[in-house]
């Protein structure tokens, strides 16, 4: 007959022996990286740009699946459906975060049906106006407003992007009575600002940086924490003091598994994607796209995917954004 302790190391073993065996059998098949955006965009290039390396380090083939779909609802629901054996990966963002907080309701539940692996980039936002704008500083656009309630107008891609939700804090954090012009896409919100239709815009860097080093639109302040290798002489919104000492907001894309993976699988995953992100040539590669590469730990990823989620929420009820 077993004692007692006897029996508590049995239970305990049976409940470890499994998660060991999975993780020293890990990876046993190529793994899947679903992508929530089409081919050929920035989610997409990050992914396959990370996915080859954690292929070599692996010994395994990552398929880049690309599943685009409004809010990320269906790459969200094919990984939280897979078995959760780390070969199903998932390309969470921002996005996800917004969506978390935007929607009604979803097919998962963002923070508990995924585990968190790593952070793989971050990219900075920017506020834009054209060329021959008036406003020279990020200090003389938000006086103006201050000045002139209701008049400034700022453009932002569609209504409950990470962009436009990012306008409405800034309007909120920054005090001023603004109008926030939501677009069907950044192309058009480019054109109405450089034809004088719009005062300013809110977009991501990377699909305006051709614009800016083409003179025909001009940085105000980055969005970030602190100025970007992209633009080092644009100041970060902050270094304007007032109520922006400290804003910040940037868009972000990371690494999850279903929730139920092994922590050895999840370590395991988390180490080779912060290896692949310290090399030269990935930094590079994701610099080419504007992004600037940074991993973290799981917990790290979790923290900031919990901190978005409660920020947007309530940036979406302070702007009487109905919920989808």
Do not use: C
Not at 7 to 33: H, T
Not at 155 to 166: D, E, H, K, R, V
Not at 175 to 204: E, H, K, S, W, Y
């Amino acid at each position: 007959m077993w004692t007692k302790r006897e029996f508590l190391a049995a239970g305990a073993a049976s409940v470890l022996l499994p998660q060991l065996a999975a993780a020293q059998s890990f990876p046993s098949k190529p793994l899947k990286l679903v992508v929530p955006n089409a081919a050929g965009g920035a989610a997409d290039l990050t992914a396959r740009t990370v996915g080859q390396k954690l292929a070599d380090a692996l010994g395994q083939p990552v398929v880049i699946d690309n599943r685009p779909s409004a809010g990320g609802i269906v790459a969200g629901e094919a990984v939280a459906r897979s078995p959760a054996d780390g070969h199903t990966l998932l390309l969470v963002s921002s996005g996800s975060a917004v969506s978390a907080a935007l929607f009604k309701s979803l097919p998962f539940d963002t923070q508990k049906d995924f585990a968190p692996v790593s952070m793989l980039a971050t990219f900075d936002l920017g506020i834009v106006v054209a060329q021959d704008s008036r406003f020279k500083t990020l200090g003389e656009l938000v006086a103006y407003a201050k000045a002139n309630p209701g008049k400034l107008n700022i453009g932002t891609p569609q209504i409950g992007t990470t962009q436009n939700l990012a306008a409405e804090l800034f309007k909120s954090t920054a005090g001023i009575d603004a109008q926030i012009v939501p677009f069907n896409g950044t192309p058009p919100v480019i054109t109405a600002v450089r034809g004088g239709q719009l005062d300013a815009m809110l977009d991501i860097l990377g699909p305006l940086m051709s614009q800016i080093s083409a003179k025909a639109l001009r940085p105000l302040a980055v969005l970030g924490a602190k100025r970007t290798a992209l633009l080092p002489d644009t100041p970060a919104a902050r270094e304007t003091g007032g109520s922006l000492a400290n804003f910040e907001v940037a868009s972000w894309n990371g690494l999850a598994v279903p929730a139920a993976t092994p922590k050895d699988v999840v370590a395991r995953l988390s180490k080779e994607t912060n290896a692949a992100l310290a090399l030269p040539d990935v930094k590079q590669k994701l610099l080419d796209l504007s992004l600037i590469a940074q991993g973290s730990t799981p917990e790290q990823l979790a923290s900031q995917l919990d901190r978005e989620i409660k920020r947007w929420s309530e940036v979406i009820a302070r702007a009487n954004i109905p919920k989808q």
